[in-house]
């Protein structure tokens, strides 16, 4: 945790372009002197579709400065509210904020009760605190080639089973989907559903196409659709993908090349473009790589493959 120098301090000209939705420790004027240097401005805010719950805390400067060993986190729960207030930070004093937080939590986009958005830090598992998960994306989320459904299913009765009254589900994806056509039918798929999670696990399709040369520009146009429909409707965005595949087996369609290097280009991306936003992004990988015998055709995972795929995502979000 660090001490902002005096130059950086707030001033009266000073730009404040960041709003910050606090609920806890970081409301405390004490708090806010040792983190800022002083009181920063803040007005009364409200969060809705979410509650609180407690989270212990064992870094030492953070106990020292909060003078608590127990914070709360957020969790979502429909009709829920919190009351908080959004802090007006600087460049400087958001840096200061995200030092101060533990790695229990990340700073992501909030849509407030009033409409406004703003950050809000969140459990670093994005799926911990869920409830109500809509999945979209291409034939590997669908589960092809495993007729238990794939690594979406295995995700789905373990969360439903968690919470059979709140929890639910919804797997939306479509084979042969790419991330344009995911950004373009989720608007329509999330009302009925009222999604506090929203899973994209598609992109594959978008880089295997040919003439790519604008696939970057599209696949950044794509996600920045997707994360503004997740913040309209007040769900957290996770982005999942790609996998690892076999290029020799990989099956060949008409205009679509799956080879690793195209992969391997869209796995950066997908991180790069994820860490700069305040994505969550879920890297899956790991799990498959030099493991063509967990792919049933090169690309799409065997049952023993979605099994795989399934702990890994289950110990990287919950």
Request: some cysteine.
């Amino acid at each position: 945790m660090r001490l902002l120098p005096e130059k950086d301090r707030f001033s009266l000209n000073e730009t404040r372009p960041h709003a910050l939705f606090s609920f806890g420790t970081l409301l405390d004027e004490r708090v806010q002197k040792t983190i800022f240097g002083q009181a920063v401005p803040q007005s009364p805010a409200a969060l809705a579709g979410h509650a609180t719950r407690p989270v212990r805390i064992t870094d030492p400067e953070v106990i020292a400065t909060s003078g608590l060993d127990v914070h709360l986190t957020l969790e979502r729960r429909i009709g829920a509210e919190v009351e908080g207030a959004v802090l007006h930070l600087t460049d400087a004093d958001l840096a200061a904020a995200d030092d101060y937080e533990v790695d229990d939590y990340t700073r992501r986009r909030v849509r407030l009760s009033s409409g406004a958005s703003a950050w809000a830090y969140l459990d670093a598992r994005p799926l911990r605190s869920a409830s109500r998960i809509v999945i979209v994306g291409d034939s590997i989320a669908y589960g092809r080639c495993d007729p238990q459904g794939g690594w979406a299913a295995r995700l789905a009765v373990g969360h439903i089973a968690t919470d059979e009254t709140d929890n639910r589900v919804f797997n939306l994806a479509v084979p042969g989907s790419t991330l344009a056509e995911a950004a373009e039918q989720t608007p329509a798929l999330l009302p009925a559903r009222r999604p506090d999670t929203v899973m994209v696990a598609a992109g594959i399709n978008d880089m295997a196409s040919a003439g790519t040369d604008s696939g970057p520009v599209r696949l950044e146009e794509s996600l920045e659709a997707l994360a503004a429909t997740a913040l309209a409707y007040g769900a957290r965005l996770v982005v999942v993908g790609p996998t690892w595949l076999d290029e020799d087996r990989a099956p060949v369609y008409e205009g679509l090349s799956f080879t690793h290097e195209r992969a391997s280009t869209l796995r950066e991306n997908l991180r790069s473009w994820c860490a700069a936003h305040h994505i969550d992004h879920l890297d899956p990988w790991e799990p498959l790589r030099d493991r063509p015998d967990l792919l049933a055709d090169g690309l799409h995972p065997t049952p023993e493959g979605h099994d795989a795929l399934h702990r890994h995502l289950t110990g990287l979000a919950f």
